[in-house]
C-alpha cells in the first residue's frame, strides 16, 4: 500500500525500520516451575494470548531463565512455527515492566521511539498482517516464519503516539467486554456440570425442586448397580430406551460428489456436540441405503471410531435436519424409543461421567479405539418416570437457552472487535484524539 492512500498523519514502515526484530530462545518443558518466572511459550500464543499478555500460563525454573530470552516492557512476541500457515506469526504485546521470559521458537519485536506497544500487538493481529505473514509461511506438515520475513512486515500507525493510545483504549475496551463474557461462558459450564450431577443423582419433585440429597433424607432413596438413586427411578439397560438396536453408518468414500444425500461425519460436530451442517458431506446412494441409514430429529449419533478412547462413544443429539441425511461409518445410530426415555436425557446421561466410564471401559484400544454393539447394549441408564423426565429436560433446556445466549452476545462482540480492528488499524474511523491534536503530518 502507498503512502498516498494513507490517512493524513499516519505511516507506512516495514517493522524492521520502526524496531528490532530477533529470536527468542529457550529451553524445554523440563525448565517449567509452577510458581517459577513467568514466560510466553510459543504454543501460549495459541492457546491463551491474546494481542495483549492479561496473564500468563507457563512459568520456569529461576535456575534455568538465563536460557532464555528476558523480555523488556513493550516487546512484541511472535510465535515462530504453526500448524497452518494462516496461524503462523500470532503474537501479544508483553506491556508490564516486571520479569518475563519468551522461550524458544518465538521471534521479539522490540519497538522504537514513537510506536505504542499496545497498538502494535493489535496491529499486527491485523487481517492485513495476518495474510503477510501467510504468505511468509514456509514448510509442508509444520510452517515457520523468519525474523527476516517479520522485519518486512507492514506496520500502518499514526504518527502521534497519542492516537495509537485512543485505538488500543478502543480496543481493549471491547476485549475486556469478551473476557467479562467468556467467564461467564466458563461459569454457565460449570454451573451446567453440577446441575447435571444433582439432576442425574436426585432428580425433581413435582413443584420444580431438587429432592433432598440423600444425607438429608435417606427414606427417599435405594441402592442401585449406579449408586444410591430415588425410589421412583430404576436402572435399565440402553437396549431397552432403543427402537432397535445400534447401526453402523454407510461407508461411502469413493462415491462422495458436490450433489447428492447430506452425509453427516464426525467433522461436521462442534465442541458442543452439535452438528453444524455446512460442513458435511454429499454422497450418491440408492434408495434402498436412504432408508436404512437415515438419520432423523433426536436420533442420537455417537462417535463408533476415534483416534482416542475419550473420543469413543461421545454423543450427538440430531436436532430438525434442512434435508435428508445419512451418517458415517465411524459413527452408530441410536433411534430412541421416547416412551422409555426422552432422547435429550439420553444425549446428557451418555455425556454422564459415570456412562463414560463404563463405555471407555468397552473400548477396544488394540489398534484405533473403537466401540461396538455389544458394549454398548448393556450400558446401563438411570431411568425415571415420564413426568419426571419431562421436568428435567424443562430445566435442561432452559440452562442451554441461557448459555446459547451468551455465546451469541460473545460471537457479537467478536464480530465487533473484528470490525474495529479493521477500522481503526487503517485509520478508515478516526478517534477523537486525531481531533483533538493538530495531525501531523
Known amino acids: 500500500?502507498?503512502?498516498?492512500?494513507?490517512?493524513?498523519?499516519?505511516?507506512?514502515?516495514?517493522?524492521?525500520?520502526?524496531?528490532?526484530?530477533?529470536?527468542?530462545?529457550?529451553?524445554?518443558?523440563?525448565?517449567?516451575?509452577?510458581?517459577?518466572?513467568?514466560?510466553?511459550?510459543?504454543?501460549?500464543?495459541?492457546?491463551?494470548?491474546?494481542?495483549?499478555?492479561?496473564?500468563?500460563?507457563?512459568?520456569?525454573?529461576?535456575?534455568?531463565?538465563?536460557?532464555?530470552?528476558?523480555?523488556?516492557?513493550?516487546?512484541?512476541?511472535?510465535?515462530?512455527?504453526g500448524e497452518t500457515p494462516e496461524e503462523i506469526g500470532r503474537a501479544t504485546a508483553y506491556c508490564d515492566s516486571s520479569k518475563a521470559y519468551a522461550g524458544g521458537d518465538t521471534i521479539?519485536?522490540?519497538?522504537?521511539?514513537?510506536?505504542?506497544?499496545?497498538?502494535?500487538?493489535?496491529?499486527?493481529?491485523?487481517?492485513?498482517?495476518?495474510?503477510?505473514?501467510?504468505?511468509?509461511?514456509?514448510?509442508?506438515?509444520?510452517?515457520?516464519?523468519?525474523?527476516?520475513?517479520?522485519?518486512r512486515l507492514p506496520l500502518r500507525f499514526p504518527s502521534l503516539p497519542e492516537e495509537q493510545h485512543c485505538v488500543a483504549d478502543v480496543l481493549q475496551t471491547v476485549d475486556a467486554a469478551i473476557e467479562h463474557t467468556s467467564a461467564l461462558i466458563a461459569k454457565t459450564q460449570q454451573i451446567k456440570a453440577g446441575l447435571m450431577h444433582d439432576l442425574f443423582t436426585r432428580g425433581v419433585t413435582p413443584?420444580?425442586?431438587?429432592?433432598?440429597?440423600?444425607?438429608?433424607?435417606?427414606?427417599?432413596?435405594?441402592?442401585?448397580?449406579?449408586?444410591?438413586?430415588p425410589k421412583e427411578w430404576d436402572v435399565r439397560q440402553l437396549r431397552s430406551c432403543l427402537l432397535d438396536n445400534p447401526t453402523n453408518g454407510i461407508y461411502k468414500p469413493a462415491h462422495l460428489i458436490g450433489r447428492g444425500t447430506l452425509l453427516i461425519g464426525q467433522a461436521a460436530f462442534t465442541a458442543e456436540r452439535s452438528i453444524d451442517f455446512s460442513l458435511s458431506r454429499r454422497a450418491v446412494v440408492s434408495d434402498e441405503e436412504l432408508r436404512r441409514y437415515e438419520v432423523a430429529a433426536d436420533n442420537v449419533l455417537v462417535s463408533r471410531?476415534?483416534?482416542?478412547?475419550?473420543?469413543?462413544?461421545?454423543?450427538?443429539?440430531?436436532?430438525?435436519?434442512?434435508?435428508?441425511?445419512?451418517?458415517?461409518?465411524?459413527?452408530?445410530?441410536?433411534?430412541?424409543?421416547?416412551?422409555?426415555?426422552?432422547?435429550?436425557?439420553?444425549?446428557?446421561?451418555?455425556?454422564?461421567?459415570?456412562?463414560?466410564?463404563?463405555?471407555?471401559?468397552?473400548?477396544?484400544?488394540?489398534?484405533q479405539a473403537s466401540v461396538n454393539q455389544g458394549a454398548l447394549n448393556p450400558l446401563p441408564v438411570i431411568w425415571q418416570p415420564s413426568e419426571e423426565q419431562d421436568r428435567l429436560v424443562d430445566i435442561i433446556e432452559e440452562h442451554d437457552e441461557k448459555y446459547a445466549s451468551e455465546r451469541a452476545t460473545l460471537a457479537k462482540m467478536q464480530s465487533v472487535k473484528r470490525g474495529l480492528m479493521h477500522d481503526l488499524l487503517t485509520g478508515r474511523v478516526r478517534v477523537p484524539a486525531a481531533e483533538l491534536k493538530e495531525v501531523a503530518i
Not at 522504537?112 to 509461511?137: C, Q
Not at 413443584?207 to 438413586?229: C, F, H, N, T, V
Open 207 to 229: 413443584d420444580g425442586q431438587l429432592r433432598p440429597a440423600r444425607e438429608e433424607a435417606p427414606k427417599l432413596y435405594k441402592e442401585s448397580p449406579l449408586g444410591w438413586i
Open 305 to 367: 471410531v476415534f483416534a482416542t478412547v475419550e473420543g469413543v462413544g461421545l454423543p450427538t443429539l440430531v436436532p430438525a435436519l434442512p434435508e435428508p441425511a445419512v451418517y458415517e461409518s465411524n459413527m452408530m445410530r441410536l433411534r430412541v424409543d421416547r416412551n422409555a426415555i426422552r432422547p435429550r436425557l439420553l444425549f446428557e446421561w451418555l455425556r454422564n461421567p459415570l456412562a463414560r466410564q463404563r463405555i471407555e471401559a468397552g473400548v477396544n484400544a488394540s489398534n
Open 108 to 151: 521479539i519485536f522490540r519497538p522504537g521511539p514513537g510506536l505504542v506497544s499496545r497498538f502494535v500487538g493489535y496491529a499486527v493481529n491485523s487481517v492485513a498482517a495476518n495474510r503477510y505473514k501467510s504468505k511468509m509461511g514456509q514448510g509442508s506438515s509444520v510452517f515457520h516464519i523468519s525474523s527476516e520475513h517479520l522485519s
Open 1 to 81: 500500500m502507498s503512502d498516498r492512500r494513507l490517512p493524513q498523519g499516519w505511516r507506512e514502515a516495514e517493522l524492521g525500520s520502526v524496531g528490532a526484530c530477533f529470536r527468542g530462545r529457550g529451553g524445554t518443558r523440563a525448565d517449567e516451575q509452577a510458581d517459577g518466572l513467568p514466560c510466553i511459550r510459543y504454543g501460549d500464543l495459541y492457546t491463551h494470548h491474546d494481542c495483549i499478555v492479561r496473564s500468563f500460563c507457563s512459568a520456569i525454573s529461576p535456575t534455568r531463565a538465563f536460557a532464555y530470552t528476558a523480555l523488556q516492557s513493550g516487546d512484541i512476541v511472535f510465535a515462530g512455527s
